[in-house]
Every structure is written in C-alpha cells, then in structure tokens.
C-alpha cells in the first residue's frame, strides 16, 4: 500500500532564510508525488508535482521540490522563505495502478516569522 | 470564477439529523471527490465518481452517500449524524481518473460540527 511519512509536525524559519519540508514515500512502482498547501480556514492548493524527468520539480510561488529515488524522498524547498509562506503543507503519492486515490501525508505546519 | 466550489461553508447541527454537502466545479473534469479532514488535519479520501460513476469508496460507513447528478457535481449526504462525523469535508476534481499527470483541485471546505 502506497503511504508518505511527514517526520516534521511544525518547520520554524526565519524570512529570507531557505526551507525545506520533509517528505519520504513508500510505494510498490514508481511513485507520482504532489505537494499541497492549506492556509488556514481554505481549502488546499496545489503546488507542484513529479510524474517522470527531472528530479528537480519547479512549482507554484517560488517553490520547488527534489525527487531521490535512492533515499524515496521528496522533500519541498524554498530558497527565501516569506511570513506569507507560513501555512500547512501537505505531501501526497498516488501509486501506478491504484486508479486516481491520494494518500496524503500528516501535514507539515510551516512557520515563517520575521 | 470559483474552479471548485462547495455549500455550505459551514454547517452546525443536532446528532441523528441528515444533512446534504453540495459540490460543483466548473472545469471541465471527469471526476470528483470527497475527503474527510478530522480535526488533526489528517486528510483521507472516501469517495471518487468518474464521469457519474463510483470508483472509489473507501470504507465509509453507508450513513454517508454519495450522489452525482451530472458530472460537473457530486454531493454527499450523511444520514443520522454522529459526535464524529465533525470535521471538514473536502470535495476536489480532476480532468480523468487514473490519468498519470492527472492532478485533483480542492474546494474551500465545509466545516461540519455534530452537537
């Protein structure tokens, strides 16, 4: 069964600083992964995602995120954090096969202060 | 202009009543889904429609039923409410099931509390 591991409940960063949000995955074939965010009282918004190719992904808002196979990781970065980044990320994997099902990871709370 | 859009916003009511979420997108895709995001901020999928049709139901208790008149909507109505059916109901779409570069766009959320 395919599933993501969040190991970080909350990331703290200071503005101008780079971050990074961890993510590791477990899946039985190549993996498709996304990366999700959620301000607070909003639904989530997409932010980038690895399907195939390069292993660097470019996303939404200055994001981007780096696929390693050999460490099933997918962790997402930023060069210059901003307070306006502060929310709730997500990470998520949908495995070849199991149709259009996202398994999410437990969320990563991104706090960026000044 | 909303892509994903869901009513109500927010929904209070008494243990044991039924209550309809309604979801509509406007984008021109396929399927649909709902998610249940529990008050820890973990989000799981329940069901997915394709074009009308179920093709995924994970597990839900039968209170919950899904309904997709067409497939630009998708509506989830939960029978005799439960202390633990509060939460935030997310509905999503995307253009095809199962199509590798498919991605799924969120709606705002319903916030539904059982009293």
């Known amino acids: 069964a395919q599933s993501v591991a969040q190991p970080e409940d909350q990331v703290n960063v200071a503005e101008g600083n780079p971050l990074t949000v961890k993510c590791t995955y477990s899946?039985?074939?190549?993996?498709?992964l996304f990366w999700y965010v959620q301000y607070p009282n909003r639904g989530l918004q997409f932010l980038l995602k690895y399907i195939t190719g390069d292993n660097l992904v470019k996303g939404s808002y200055g994001f981007e995120a780096e696929f390693n196979k050999s460490q099933t990781s997918f962790h997402l970065k930023k060069p210059s954090a901003l307070v306006s980044d502060s929310a709730l990320y997500f990470c998520?994997?949908?495995?070849?096969?199991?149709?259009?099902?996202?398994?999410f990871g437990t969320g990563t709370q991104l706090k960026v202060e000044l | 202009d909303t892509a994903v859009s869901q009513t109500p916003k927010y929904l209070v009511t008494q243990m044991g009543n039924d209550k309809s979420i309604k979801c509509e997108q406007n984008l021109g895709h396929d399927t649909m889904y709902w998610y249940k995001q529990d008050s820890k901020k973990f989000l799981k999928i329940m069901f997915s429609y394709n074009n009308k049709e179920l093709i995924i139901n994970e597990t839900v208790p039968n209170r919950f039923s899904p309904k997709s008149p067409d497939k630009a909507h998708l509506n989830l109505h939960i029978n005799s409410l439960e202390l633990g059916d509060s939460a935030v109901y997310f509905c999503?779409?995307?253009?095809?099931?199962?199509?590798?570069?498919?991605?799924?766009?969120f709606g705002p959320g319903t916030r539904l509390t059982v009293l």
């Open positions: 998520a994997v949908r495995e070849p096969g199991g149709g259009n099902k996202l398994t």
């Open positions: 999503a779409s995307s253009q095809l099931a199962g199509g590798i570069t498919d991605t799924q766009y």
């Open positions: 899946v039985s074939g190549n993996p498709y």
